[in-house]
């Protein structure tokens, strides 16, 4: 069975670094985009960042560019995000999408076929 399991969230405070990473098992994404959301309280599931199939091209959220590095490493079948300079904002529980478009990369979450049960990530200010 597909699995997407999200580690690495917790508590940090404001200014901060954190790594959050996505295993995928059950069946290999190298040829597929994979990407990161999230969802803070009271809020819709927004996009953050996404990554295609050879980690080549990636694409952020305006919220986040220049602060969130998105990377793939296909022999692991894992996505991770680098999270750096934290913002109270940035608090939400953040979710992993795999199986998206075989070429290129989409903020659209509907494009995505698998998604991890999340991670939160708590931001304090």
């Known amino acids: 069975q597909v699995q997407l399991v999200e580690s690495g969230g917790g508590l940090v405070q404001a200014g901060g670094s954190l790594r959050i990473s996505c295993a995928a098992s059950g069946r290999t994404f190298s040829s597929y985009a994979m990407g990161w959301f999230r969802q803070a309280p009271g809020t819709e599931r927004e996009f953050v960042a996404g990554?295609?199939?050879?980690?080549?091209?990636?694409y952020y959220a305006d919220s986040v560019k220049g602060r969130f590095t998105i990377s793939r490493d296909n022999a692991k079948n894992t996505v991770y995000l680098q999270m750096n300079s934290l913002k109270p904002e940035d608090t939400a529980v953040y979710f992993c999408a795999a199986g998206g478009p075989r070429y290129g990369v989409t903020s659209t979450p509907n494009a995505y076929g698998y998604w991890g049960h999340g991670t939160q990530v708590t931001v304090s200010s």
């Open positions: 990554i295609n199939w050879s980690g080549g091209t990636t």
